[in-house]
């Protein structure tokens, strides 16, 4: 993935300049290069335009010397003006002549303008002109309508463009005698102002010529389109980088999820949340804080050992303290650690309620820690476990060390203190099934819990005598105890109140009074066996 990285960082680095220049390109290149092609464009027009109209010149100037001074000149009288002039001595050719011949001329060459003079009433001694549609419409046109001063059609295809414009040749007076009094005229009765034909200019321009002439428009708009065929093979590729990229970061986030919920098993949760949220750096630091310490360890765990097969033992213990987990961290505490069927809770790190809420969540926690194996135990027997757990709990507040405590390569978030070091011996000098309490959590949960005093212990590491205190009962419990059991020597027994039927219950109760009745003589020191005590409510005592 540090290669796709690297590639990908290395490919932005060279993209950046490359963007900034075809940005810059674009913005100077497009205005320059229409501003010079205008600029050939319009010297290509003028140069055509001059062209053609020296070209017309030419004609015109060809025509008068071959067709007027050559016949002035060689007149040996008077000259006259005809229309056929061409067999005529010394006659030059009328101005319609003049049109109709330089129309000849000029349109037989091949160029971009062209002249005609049409009419569809020539003289009857020379050739009919054929008209073709355009011409035909115009002349009624103009006829219909003669203040109208031309009429204009354009035609063509996507190459080559043509506009035809026809302007009325309108007759004058001296036009409409001559005509009127010449035998050959078609018609004796023109008017000034009648339109006698038209004169027709048609243009022609090839589109393909002038789209050559955009040589430098062409020549930007093939390298903006190298540019962008550049540019889009380089986002292609970047793209592929990029989905490269995204699905190793997948793999590799697929990958880093499994091993952060493999991890987070070997964690508590708080530890896990913290590390994962940023809010607790990966390094070997500790802090002081006031913690309530919790310490549970089973009573003759290793003669349960002994009793057991290697697989109902293992079940039996993670059952056990996948039990006791889930209820520590129902009440909010850190599980330190399991040293084999020893727990190690905190609380107070690294989330905290205050000294003394953390205190009561703790003690609240070890009461149903208790209460519930007292059902395990239950289904335990049930099963066919002779004997099964009975765990010994202590509980310290104090201050201890917290953090992460080890290297730089392998570390352990745990605490250290003579305050965790006294959770451990309040744990060993407790009553099977009992929690024991020092002063200073019995202080911050009395109000939560009925404890009673126990003879003082003297531990290593602490000069004064700790007096250890018993809780007797959870004064917040919601209902009556009903699964009773005893283990010691010489008592064995497991009674569950609600399992039991009517005459089950009679005889359970005939049995446990025998039993009180065996007790006090066997306490009192009597010999012989007293009077059968009265029948009363069941009055369980513990031994």
Request: charged residues 25%; aromatic residues 8%; neutral net charge.
């Amino acid at each position: 993935m540090a290669s796709v990285s690297e590639r990908t960082a290395r490919h932005q680095r060279i993209m950046g300049p490359l963007l900034v220049a075809a940005i810059l390109f674009g913005l100077a290149g497009l205005p320059l290069a229409v501003w010079l092609d205008l600029r050939g464009l319009s010297e290509r027009m003028l140069e055509t335009q001059a062209v053609e109209t020296g070209r017309i010149i030419d004609q015109m100037r060809s025509f008068y010397a071959s067709d007027v001074v050559q016949a002035v000149n060689g007149a040996t009288g008077r000259v006259v003006t005809t229309h056929d002039y061409k067999g005529v001595p010394n006659a030059i050719p009328i101005p319609a002549t003049l049109s109709l011949e330089l129309g000849e001329r000029i349109s037989g060459a091949d160029g971009a303008v062209k002249y005609r003079f049409v009419s569809d009433l020539p003289f009857k001694d020379r050739k009919p002109h054929e008209l073709d549609a355009f011409e035909a419409r115009a002349l009624a046109d103009l006829r219909d309508r003669p203040q109208s001063h031309f009429v204009s059609e354009t035609t063509g295809s996507i190459f080559d463009r043509q506009v035809r414009i026809a302007a009325p040749i309108r007759m004058e007076s001296a036009c409409v005698r001559c005509h009127n009094a010449h035998p050959l005229s078609p018609k004796t009765d023109w008017k000034v102002g009648d339109v006698r034909g038209i004169q027709e200019i048609v243009l022609r321009q090839p589109i393909a010529a002038n789209v050559l002439a955009f040589k430098y428009l062409l020549g930007y708009f093939i390298l903006a389109a190298l540019a962008g065929s550049t540019f889009l093979l380089l986002q292609a590729r970047q793209s592929r980088l990029i989905d490269r990229m995204n699905r190793e970061l997948t793999e590799s986030n697929g990958f880093l999820a499994s091993i952060s919920v493999q991890i987070a098993k070997y964690i508590s949760p708080q530890v896990y949340k913290s590390i994962f949220s940023g809010e607790r750096d990966v390094s070997v630091a500790t802090e002081r804080k006031k913690l309530t310490i919790f310490f549970s360890d089973i009573k003759d765990f290793t003669a349960t050992t002994e009793r057991l097969q290697p697989e109902e033992l293992t079940a039996l213990l993670n059952e056990y303290l996948t039990e006791m987990t889930a209820i520590a961290q129902k009440h909010g505490g850190t599980v330190d650690k399991y040293i084999g069927d020893a727990m190690l809770v905190f609380f107070g790190d690294p989330e905290t309620k205050g000294v003394r809420e953390d205190a009561q969540a703790c003690v609240r926690m070890a009461v149903e820690m208790q209460k519930r194996l007292g059902q395990l135990n239950a289904r335990w027997r049930r099963s066919g476990i002779e004997r099964p757990f009975q765990a010994r709990i202590g509980i310290n507040t104090g201050y201890c060390n917290v953090g992460n405590f080890g290297s730089d390569d392998r570390m352990d978030y745990t605490i250290i203190g003579a305050e965790a070091n006294l959770a451990a011996r309040l744990q060993s000098v407790a009553a099977p099934g009992g929690i024991t309490l020092s002063y200073e959590t019995y202080a911050l949960v009395s109000d939560v819990v009925r404890a009673s005093p126990q003879d003082p212990i003297r531990m290593k590491g602490i000069s004064r005598d700790v007096v250890p205190y018993a809780i007797e009962g959870d004064l917040a419990a919601e209902a009556a105890e009903t699964v009773f059991s005893e283990h010691a020597r010489g008592i064995d027994f497991y009674i569950d109140v609600d399992a039991l039927e009517a005459e089950g219950a009679a005889r359970l109760r005939k049995r446990l009074l025998e039993t009180l009745a065996a007790v006090d003589r066997r306490m009192t020191g009597a010999g012989a066996p007293g009077p059968e005590p009265k029948p009363g409510p069941l009055q369980p005592a513990a031994v």
